[in-house]
């Protein structure tokens, strides 16, 4: 790490901690050459992750749209927006740890639906409709019975 003073790259680090979001460590460094005191983050470098869209385009993963699909399936359930947060966030860790660069959407999709049933069958219901796009009610039933 440089020095934002001198350029001196040799440093030593007086103070580590968490911030307060838990995604990087604070760490508070003083420079060998001349003495002066700066603090840098460091942060975990994340493979940027492209979904395969049911029409074979591709776009960035982004977390936000799996929470606002969960949010619609639990619209006026008792699910909690933290329950939310964290269903999303183990699927989001899922997907990282995979080491792939690129997932389909319908993994996605199945990811989100094993997360649901686990927590709310009717918002699990609500999202596998969606999903799956059915087109009447005996996919409904059909759906119901496999539970």
């Known amino acids: 790490m440089k020095c934002v003073y001198c350029g001196c790259e040799d440093s030593k680090v007086l103070d580590s901690r968490s911030t307060e979001e838990s995604n990087s460590i604070r760490r508070r460094r003083e420079c060998l050459n001349c003495g002066k005191r700066y603090t840098t983050y460091e942060t975990i470098e994340t493979v940027p992750i492209l979904v395969i869209k049911k029409d074979g385009s591709r776009q960035p993963f982004n977390i936000e749209k799996v929470k606002s699909g969960m949010i619609k ?21 899922q997907i990282q740890n995979s080491l792939t ?47």
């Not at 947060?85 to 699927?91: T, Y």
């Open 73 to 93: 399936a639990c619209e006026k359930r008792p699910v909690s927006m933290a329950q939310i947060d964290q269903m999303a966030g183990e699927i989001e860790k």
């Open 101 to 147: 660069q690129e997932i389909s959407s319908q993994e996605i999709g199945e990811l989100i639906m094993d997360k649901l049933k686990k927590v709310d069958e009717i918002a699990y219901v609500r999202f596998a409709s969606v999903y799956r796009q059915f087109k009447d009610v005996t996919n409904f039933i059909k759906l119901i019975t496999e539970m």
